[in-house]
């Protein structure tokens, strides 16, 4: 059997950003059916006042508070990550992310909310524990800074990977 190539290839490229591999803790808090009504009408509701929206925040705030996951991330991008927990999320649900990232001895906090791609269990576990899924989120309502801090600690982690590679310690120097 012959095959003749009728056109050129076309590179396909899925991904928006590149995804690290690296490991650190986060918190998540899963938003129930009335923290969502409330997001909503905190970003929908045009007539509410700014004193009406600070309590409205506040409520959120206070909510968020309890019920706090942890978890273990295995990758991040610009774009997302993928972490394991004790907890199975479903897809669709809507978290917030808790965590932070040390970039040249300044370490920023960041609280991102994010939606649930995909949560399965997971047969390479990090946690001794029978029950561990592995959960792909998507960020949203990421702002435009936080999205380039993330992005500029993936490149600062990965001039330090290459680094450690070479056996300099020095990720400075070059």
Do not use: C, P
Request: glycine share 4%.
């Amino acid at each position: 059997m012959i095959f003749k190539i009728l056109n050129d290839f076309v590179k396909v490229q899925r991904r928006q950003y590149y995804r690290l591999n690296i490991n650190f803790d986060v918190e998540f808090h899963l938003y129930t059916s009335v923290e969502l009504k409330v997001y909503r009408t905190l970003f929908e509701d045009q007539a509410l006042s700014e004193e009406e929206k600070g309590k409205l925040i506040d409520l959120l705030i206070d909510s968020q508070e309890e019920n706090i996951s942890k978890g273990l991330v295995l990758d991040i991008s610009g774009g997302g990550m993928r972490f394991q927990s004790k907890d199975q999320l479903k897809k669709d649900d809507f978290i917030n992310l808790h965590f932070s990232l040390d970039t040249n001895s300044i370490t920023k906090e960041y609280n991102i909310q994010a939606v649930v791609i995909e949560s399965s269990k997971s047969y390479n576990k990090i946690y001794d524990d029978k029950n561990v899924y592995e959960n792909r989120v998507q960020f949203m309502n990421i702002s435009k800074e936080d999205r380039e801090n993330i992005v500029r600690f993936i490149f600062y982690e990965q001039r330090k990977q290459r680094q450690r590679e070479k056996g300099d310690t020095n990720i400075w120097t070059n």
